[in-house]
């Protein structure tokens, strides 16, 4: 679920967001609050299954991060992990 020990993902001031629909789906939302007010970038997706919510927020996660071009260094470290731990095999 992104960036372990983070509750939120915040860079450049944008976020991933649950809001609540009328008909009682949960949407997933990219936010961007750098200018004062709150801006849809991004719907990722709406469901209202707990767990699809979850990858849905990971997803969100994942977009801000290559959105702004940044890398998850534990994800990189666990690729690095993988390759040598394959190579010495």
């Known amino acids: 679920m992104g960036v372990p020990g983070l509750f939120k993902l915040y860079f450049r001031n944008m976020y991933a967001r649950k809001k609540a629909n ?3 789906i949960i949407s997933v939302q990219v936010i961007d609050k750098s ?3 709150y801006r849809v970038i991004k719907t990722i997706g709406s ?3 707990l767990s ?3 990858e849905l927020v990971s997803e969100a996660e994942q977009w801000i991060i290559t959105s702004q071009g940044l890398q998850d260094m534990f994800s990189i470290a666990a690729q690095n992990l993988d390759e040598r731990q394959s190579n010495e095999s």
Do not use: C, N, Q
Request: hydrophobic share 25%; charged share 35%; proline share 0%.
């Open 22 to 24: 009328k008909s009682g």
């Open 35 to 37: 200018r004062g007010s």
């Open 47 to 49: 469901s209202a299954d």
């Open 52 to 54: 699809v919510l979850d």
